[in-house]
């Protein structure tokens, strides 16, 4: 009988958690973590990728937002931030505590997302109209949304405690992946029990430019880790510059462009970075070098802003009176008419432009512009998410479409492992060491079924610990 029934089992059902996103592919992270009568989401990011990725953004949200006590946010990447705005549409009026750099980098990109979702309606309700005349589509919020978004965010700084709601005490520590990404503690207490739920967030990897080495937390009951390379390391970073190097180095000798879509937050300035240094030793010759991108530029700006966040030997370049992101060739290209304008640049000359997975941005014209040409390197330094032209480029098509045409692709591809923001599965291992001794619940999410299921195997044979593999939708009692 249930009033008989032992205290403990009461309360196991008293905390659970529900996947709403990531589980089992990589973008659209969100959680719903449930304690007692609280309700604290963790992330709302954007579904990316193929078309049918794409139109899980468009489905209602599985919670009504004004049943939530907290928001809690991890950092900016759209696949983590992109439906907060949703929220706030939907009636959501409490708070939503992240990071004083997450803060602003949600000015940028949030905007920036409202802006390309009203283009993007606007072309969507074009062609309804001429092929089936159907009612138009609205976009799924504004940049009156997110400003309201942006009003309720509270700023908790690394390792500040806060209780986000009864029973709920988060804490920030540092993920190491772009400026001021976190990952969550959250010390959850209901009925006489307490337990500390972690979510990993995004881990960087260890000794990348700029960011400091991911924390290794030592305790935890439950853990939620990203796997988005669990089935495999990267290169190392200095296999990865040579690779660079030598890229730019065969195109310059045939004047080519080099073409590099990078994530406006944390990628465009690694790559600032590393050409940076390959300029000073001499290993590449000076060459224009554009940044076509508004937000990448607005993002280096701000990088420049937080450098108590930099790395060790970032801080030494600063020390020494030089900027890591600045150099004599690199030119910030912000609006249209200039980066139309890169058209007519002759080679060789490098552009580094948006989006991170080919799948929209200044990048698409770009790659338009200059695919079929044999002379033109395309460096790929980052995830591609399965459907989107980035991940055919990578799989060696030889023909894609880019705005609804064929382009035949003679450039030469390069894919680059190495600068990824995102941890190998080594050092997800060894991050996981840390809570190891613990026996955490632990549930793999973030990453696509193979290098989950990788992972997962991984961590029973080190630990003994054996890992839940989510789906979109599960819950589970903590």
């Given at each position: 009988?249930t009033?008989?029934?032992?205290?403990?089992?009461?309360y196991?059902?008293?905390?659970?958690?529900?996947f709403?996103?990531a589980?089992g592919?990589?973008?659209g992270?969100?959680?719903?973590?449930?304690?007692?009568?609280?309700r604290?989401?963790?992330?709302?990011?954007?579904?990316?990728?193929?078309?049918e990725?794409?139109?899980?953004?468009?489905?209602?949200?599985a919670?009504d937002?004004?049943?939530?006590?907290?928001?809690?946010?991890?950092?900016a990447?759209i696949?983590?931030?992109?439906?907060?705005?949703?929220?706030?549409n939907?009636?959501?009026?409490?708070?939503?505590?992240?990071t004083?750099?997450?803060v602003?980098l949600?000015?940028?990109?949030?905007k920036d997302?409202?802006?390309?979702?009203a283009?993007?309606?606007?072309?969507?309700?074009?062609?309804?109209?001429?092929?089936?005349?159907?009612?138009?589509?609205?976009?799924?919020?504004?940049?009156?949304?997110?400003?309201?978004?942006?009003?309720r965010?509270?700023?908790?700084?690394?390792?500040?405690?806060v209780?986000?709601?009864?029973?709920?005490?988060?804490?920030?520590?540092?993920?190491?992946?772009?400026?001021?990404?976190?990952?969550?503690?959250?010390?959850?207490q209901?009925?006489g029990?307490t337990?500390?739920?972690?979510?990993?967030?995004d881990?960087g990897?260890?000794?990348?430019?700029?960011?400091?080495?991911?924390?290794?937390?030592?305790?935890?009951?439950?853990v939620?880790?990203?796997?988005?390379?669990?089935d495999?390391?990267?290169?190392?970073?200095?296999?990865s510059?040579n690779?660079?190097?030598?890229?730019?180095n065969?195109?310059?000798?045939?004047r080519?462009?080099?073409l590099i879509?990078?994530?406006?937050?944390?990628?465009?300035q690694?790559?600032i970075?590393e050409?940076?240094?390959?300029?000073q030793?001499?290993?590449?010759?000076?060459?224009?070098?554009?940044?076509?991108?508004?937000?990448?530029v607005?993002?280096?700006?701000?990088?420049e802003?937080?450098?108590?966040?930099?790395?060790e030997?970032?801080?030494a370049y600063?020390?020494?009176?030089?900027?890591?992101?600045?150099?004599?060739?690199?030119?910030?290209?912000t609006?249209?008419?200039?980066?139309?304008?890169l058209?007519?640049v002759p080679?060789?000359?490098?552009i580094?432009?948006?989006?991170?997975?080919?799948?929209?941005?200044r990048?698409?014209?770009?790659?338009?512009?200059?695919?079929?040409?044999?002379?033109t390197?395309v460096?790929?330094?980052?995830?591609?998410?399965e459907g989107?032209?980035?991940?055919?480029?990578?799989n060696?098509?030889?023909?894609?479409?880019i705005?609804?045409?064929?382009?035949?692709?003679?450039?030469k591809i390069h894919?680059i492992?190495?600068?990824s923001?995102?941890?190998?599965?080594?050092?997800?291992?060894?991050?996981?060491?840390?809570?190891a001794p613990?026996?955490?619940?632990?549930?793999?999410?973030?990453?696509?079924?193979?290098?989950r299921?990788a992972?997962?195997?991984?961590?029973?044979?080190?630990?003994?610990?054996k890992?839940?593999?989510?789906?979109?939708?599960?819950?589970v009692?903590?």
């Open positions: 009988m009033r008989n029934a032992p205290s403990a089992f009461v196991a059902l008293s905390m659970e958690l529900t709403l996103g589980a592919e990589v973008t992270s969100s959680y719903l973590l449930k304690v007692g009568s609280s604290v989401l963790v992330d709302c990011g954007m579904f990316q990728g193929s078309p990725a794409a139109r899980k953004n468009w489905r209602p949200l919670f937002p004004r049943t939530l006590d907290a928001v809690v946010l991890t950092h990447h696949d983590h931030s992109g439906r907060l705005p949703i929220l706030t939907d009636g959501y009026r409490r708070r939503v505590y992240t004083p750099p997450t602003a949600c000015d940028i990109l949030l997302a409202a802006r390309l979702q283009q993007e309606v606007e072309r969507l309700n074009r062609h309804r109209e001429r092929r089936r005349g159907k009612d138009g589509l609205t976009p799924l919020f504004d940049e009156r949304d997110v400003g309201e978004l942006l009003r965010m509270s700023v908790v700084r690394y390792d500040q405690p209780n986000v709601a009864p029973g709920v005490t988060i804490r920030f520590r540092d993920a190491g992946h772009i400026l001021g990404s976190g990952m969550v503690e959250a010390v959850c209901e009925g029990r337990i500390t739920v972690l979510f990993s967030g881990l990897e260890r000794g990348m430019p700029l960011m400091r080495d991911p924390e290794r937390p030592t305790k935890a009951d439950v939620i880790m990203e796997s988005t390379y669990g495999r390391d990267h290169k190392s970073l200095g296999v510059k690779e660079l190097r030598d890229a730019i065969d195109a310059v000798n045939c080519g462009m080099i879509p990078a994530f406006a937050v944390g990628r465009t690694t790559l970075y050409l940076n240094e390959l300029l030793a001499g290993e590449i010759k000076p060459l224009p070098v554009f940044i076509d991108s508004p937000m990448g607005a993002a280096t700006r701000l990088y802003t937080h450098r108590e966040l930099f790395d030997a970032a801080l600063l020390s020494q009176g030089c900027n890591p992101l600045r150099f004599p060739t690199l030119k910030l290209v609006s249209a008419d200039e980066s139309r304008a058209n007519g080679g060789p000359a490098i580094i432009a948006g989006a991170g997975m080919c799948n929209g941005g990048i698409m014209h770009h790659l338009r512009h200059h695919l079929y040409k044999d002379t390197h460096i790929i330094p980052g995830f591609q998410a989107t032209l980035g991940r055919r480029l990578v060696g098509e030889k023909i894609v479409r705005f609804g045409e064929p382009v035949m692709v003679k450039a894919t492992g190495g600068l923001a995102h941890a190998g599965q080594t050092t997800l291992l060894d991050w996981f060491a840390g809570v613990s026996k955490p619940a632990l549930y793999l999410t973030h990453g696509e079924n193979g290098p299921a992972l997962a195997a991984k961590v029973n044979e080190r630990f003994g610990v890992a839940t593999l989510p789906m979109l939708g599960d819950t009692s903590l």
